[in-house]
Structures are given as C-alpha cells and as structure tokens.
C-alpha cells in the first residue's frame, strides 16, 4: 500500500526553466510533508517541509504547494541548475511522528 | 565530518551469515533511525531508538532483524541469517530530539549485496 506515489520516475528540464515534480497521497491524516534531495552515493539531504495549515512554503530558488483537498503537492525549481540534478524524495508524516513515508522518487535531469 | 556516519558503505554476504551496520549519529543527535531502500522502492522506516533504548521497532522484520543504540558507541542493525531479499540500501538518520516534525539527517547508507 503505497500511501505516498511520486508517479513520474524521471524529469527532464532546460536549465534555466522551472522544474516541476510531483507527489500525491492518499492518507487524509498526514499534516507534515517534506521533500529530500538524493545525489548518487549519498544520503537524503533535508531540502523544504510544509505543515498541512499552510498551502505553500518558499526557499530561495525552492518552492512547495500543498493542495490538500486533491492530496497532492509540489516542488519547484526556478531556475533549474545542472547541479539540482539529483533523486527527489517526498516523505509525509501524520500528528508529528518521526514515521515519515517515503515516496520512491523522481530523478531530475537539467540539461546544460 | 561531523555528519551521520555509516559503515560499512558496501557489505557483500552470503546467504545464511550475519550482517552488521554501523551508524554514528551526528554530535549532540541522541535519536536515531534506520530505514530500508529496495530496489525501486522509497525508504521505508524500520526503527527508532534513543540511547540503550529502542522506542518503536515496528518497521522491523519480526526474525532475524535487531538493532541497538548502546550508551557508547555506534548505532548497530544486525541481520542474522541473511537471505537474498535482505539485499538492498540500509540508511541511518539522527535527529537532536525526537520532538515533533523532527528534522531527519541521513548518513550515506551501507548498500549490502548478498550472494
């Protein structure tokens, strides 16, 4: 039972333009969402979180939507560099726990 | 580095031995975690322990599977009789507390192959 789907394995963007990944869920009961960037042989790298009482949160170039009622939220990337290349993880969370849910990622490609 | 350290990064074994994880969470984290990645998969949660204590081993293969967090040392996941399903990525994370919404940092993982 995959709670958490990020449906789209690979991505690739221009460099310069707005990448876009994507992750929807179907437990009503997570109000605690983040995304983690992956580079080959290394671990998880903590990149943005948002709680459920808000619907977008923003990090310099880094940008997340939380669209609950379509459980469903997003990242962006403006503007995508070659070194954002890199396995995007979305993981969730409900009432707090460290149990955080893991998607199986999307692999963003910026193209030069 | 001050960073999560694990070892081994890589650990070949074949079926029916033992393997040991190590993990050393980052200076002043008393919380850590292991999680699984198989092929294809995401990360999945395996446990939780805080010094000589485990908190929640839910995520645990009921045999076979056990882990300690003793009061000095490494972290260690210990996998007894390993089969070929076992083969997959094993990361650590700590965190400062185990408030909620804990911020999680992830060690490098220790990929294990099993023959």
């Known amino acids: 039972d995959q709670q958490v789907k990020q449906n789209s394995p690979s991505l690739s963007v221009q460099e310069g333009r707005i990448s876009i990944l994507n992750c929807d869920y179907t437990?009503?009961?997570?109000?605690?969402f983040l995304w983690y960037k992956k580079y080959p042989a290394e671990g998880p790298t903590f990149l943005i979180s948002i709680s459920s009482i808000k619907d977008k949160n923003e990090d310099g170039r880094f940008t997340v939507f939380l669209n609950k009622s379509a459980k469903h939220l997003s990242l962006h990337i403006v503007p995508s560099q070659p070194g954002d290349s890199a396995v995007y993880f979305c993981a969730a969370s409900a009432g707090g726990t460290y149990k955080y849910i893991f998607g199986t990622g999307t692999r963003l490609k910026v193209l030069a | 580095n001050a960073g999560v350290m694990q070892n081994p990064r890589h650990l070949v074994r074949r079926r029916g031995q033992e393997a040991r994880l190590r993990c050393s969470p980052m200076?002043?984290?008393?919380?850590v975690y292991w999680y699984r990645q198989l092929p294809e998969e995401g990360l999945k949660f395996m446990v939780y322990l805080q010094k000589e204590n485990i908190i929640d081993e839910s995520g645990m293969p009921k045999e076979r599977f056990s882990a300690e967090f003793p009061k000095e040392g490494p972290s260690i996941l210990r996998i007894q009789q390993v089969v070929r399903g076992d083969s997959a990525a094993y990361f650590c994370a700590s965190s400062p507390g185990g408030g909620p919404n804990e911020k999680l940092f992830f060690g490098s993982g220790t990929q294990l192959s099993v023959l």
């Open positions: 200076k002043g984290h008393s919380h």
């Open positions: 437990n009503s009961m997570f109000d605690y």
